[in-house]
């Protein structure tokens, strides 16, 4: 029989590698993504972020399982093509970002974990960029995960055959993943701002999306005649440069009536991203 | 505790608005456990935010392991751990989880993380719980799991801001063992409290902040009077006084105790001789200690 011992080892100090800020921020983002998915909190937490990301994903699924079944893709393919996709998940991307941007932003400054980061090899813009890179790469993941299954399904079944399709309609992926990160870019902007000015992710989410459906109302002012507050209709700016960048016309989009030029709505969204990011910073550097 | 310091300060000034926290604050402070006492107020959490660069002085400057803060504050934060005053905890993470982050977070690649996180928990107590979320946690074992996380990265150094607060007498008895427990692990420390009696019991040198000033800045052993002895008298104290006067030490006497001082003797010779001639006992012997509450009430400025 063998007999074990069993040692008191104590303290045991590091005595491997230390990685520094590069390591720092990939833990912050790593922990941003689990953050975002609930992944490794409570089950309640998983629920929305789920259920979200299946409503996104699954029209994709279903029209590729369709035109499987039915061997005429193409014409599931008009019924819900990559144009209007982003009709679909755009919706869901911003319900998704108003849940998420508040529950990245919000418990660090309120449960005073910002201390914590503000005791390691941190900046606060560090901060900031990590919890947004965390916040992009699920967003991005979820608006255009399903252009990806709709390409594949649409070039697996499509009658000139897989590697044709691809060769004729590779153009559309980059195209999506930019349309992709512009909704990011244009709803994250506004619902960050929001969260740092907030204490509960209810309320943050809450006054994001009225913001939002607010910004709807320009759409009189612009018809009254006030062209300039096309410029605040946020919720379509995005919409207007995807038809731009896709070369489409899937709806008449506020920033358009009001005879702003797509390039213009870029512009107000890379402005409003770079202020966000500037003012969620100073608010942040004060919290730790 | 060695004499080389491991923070040098010099001139430093902060104020909040037109507040002013720290005025010219100069301190040399060496490696060991070093306690940072003050009432409310005092400064102490400001001295150790600007340690952290989170704020940067109006003047003044600070080297910390000879990183110039606010310069190499990134630097100074991979060798640095804090545990704040205030709670720091994500209530929907467990302990291990969280504590594998702040490894993380302090550089450390992800496997090791994860073992520091089990190994430090354990030593703080909380190895039962580890896998229970923090917002189901006491206030003892959210001091615990904020001290786990000061120092899960190893670093050289950990600020801890009042450890003790809100802890029942068992838990801070606890928390103060561990605390002095840092020295074994290598780990020096800056203890920032109010409580005078905390700081006796765990550092070995003392920096008493007053008002934004420094009031004394040295070790815990000066406050101690080895030339001056005190006793406690059971018997006829006056007598016992009487006796040692005629052997020609000075004597303070207040109810029982008796202080006593002799320029060219033995003060503790002459109390136990003073003792037997009169005919008494003693409770207690011992080189007159001064307490850290006797010199912060004094409010003399000393630097040792």
């Known amino acids: 029989m063998v007999e074990g011992v069993v040692f008191d080892l104590g303290y045991q100090p590091h005595d491997g590698p230390r990685l520094g800020r590069s390591g720092a921020r990939r833990a912050l983002i790593k922990d941003g993504l689990r953050r975002v998915l609930g992944l490794r909190r409570k089950a309640r937490k998983k629920i929305l972020p789920a259920t979200l990301m299946a409503i996104a994903v699954i029209p994709a699924l279903f029209f590729t399982a369709f035109g499987v079944i039915a061997g005429e893709f193409d014409a599931a393919a008009e019924l819900f093509d990559h144009e209007n996709y982003f009709n679909l998940n755009g919706s869901m991307a911003l319900i998704f970002v108003a849940l998420a941007a508040s529950e990245l932003l919000i418990p660090d400054r309120i449960n005073g974990t910002m201390a914590v980061y503000a005791s390691r090899p941190l900046t606060t813009p560090d901060y900031v960029m990590g919890r947004a890179g965390s916040l992009a790469i699920v967003v991005f993941g979820f608006l255009w995960i399903p252009h990806l299954v709709l390409f594949l399904g649409r070039a697996w079944v499509g009658s000139s055959g897989f590697g044709t399709y691809v060769v004729d309609n590779a153009a559309i992926l980059w195209k999506t993943a930019v349309v992709s990160v512009v909704y990011f870019a244009a709803y994250t902007s506004i619902a960050f701002l929001v969260a740092a000015f907030s204490k509960r992710t209810a309320v943050a989410a809450g006054v994001f999306l009225g913001i939002v459906m607010l910004s709807g109302l320009t759409e009189a002012l612009v018809d009254a005649g006030f062209s300039v507050f096309g410029l605040g209709a946020v919720l379509d700016h995005p919409g207007y440069v995807k038809d731009w960048i896709l070369g489409t016309n899937t709806d008449t989009w506020i920033p358009e009536t009001a005879g702003i030029e797509p390039i213009m709505s870029l512009l107000v969204i890379v402005t409003l991203s770079i202020a966000a990011g500037l003012i969620v910073t100073g608010r942040y550097r004060r919290a730790a | 505790m060695t004499d080389t310091p491991i923070i040098t300060i010099t001139g430093l000034k902060f104020a909040y608005g037109d507040i002013l926290a720290l005025d010219g604050v100069t301190a040399e402070i060496p490696a060991g456990r070093i306690g940072l006492v003050g009432a409310n107020g005092a400064g102490k959490t400001t001295l150790l935010k600007l340690l952290l660069g989170v704020l940067e002085p109006a003047a003044g400057t600070i080297k910390v392991f000879d990183h110039a803060v606010p310069r190499d504050t990134l630097q100074v934060r991979s060798r640095v751990g804090w545990m704040p005053e205030s709670d720091c905890l994500p209530p929907d993470q467990t302990a291990a989880d969280f504590l ?190 001064t307490t850290l509450e006797d010199v912060f009430m004094s409010g003399e400025p000393t630097d040792g």
């Not at chain 2, 430090?120 to 923090?134: A, D, P, Q, T």
């Open chain 2, 100 to 289: 594998g982050y702040a490894a993380e977070l302090g550089g450390l690649p992800v496997r090791a993380a994860r073992q520091r996180a089990s190994d430090i928990l354990g030593l703080v107590g909380l190895h039962e719980e580890r896998f229970r979320y923090m917002g189901e946690f006491s206030t003892g074992m959210k001091q615990r799991a904020k001290l786990a996380q000061a120092i899960v990265h190893d670093p050289d150094l950990v600020l801890l801001d009042e450890p003790t607060a809100g802890l029942d007498p068992e838990g801070r008895a606890e928390m103060l063992d561990l605390v002095r427990r840092l020295d074994e692990f290598g780990i020096n420390a800056i203890i920032s409290s109010h409580v005078l009696t905390d700081i006796e019991y765990t550092c070995d040198w003392v920096v008493m902040l007053d008002g934004g000033k420094v009031l004394r800045s040295g070790p815990l052993t000066d406050l101690s009077t080895p030339d001056v002895a005190e006793l406690e008298v059971i018997g006829d104290v006056a007598a016992v006084a009487a006796g040692a006067v005629s052997r020609g030490a000075a004597v303070e006497v207040d109810g029982a105790v008796l202080t006593i001082s002799a320029p060219d003797g033995d003060p503790f010779l002459i109390a136990r001789d003073a003792v037997l001639d009169a005919g008494a006992a003693f409770r207690r012997l011992g080189a007159q200690r």
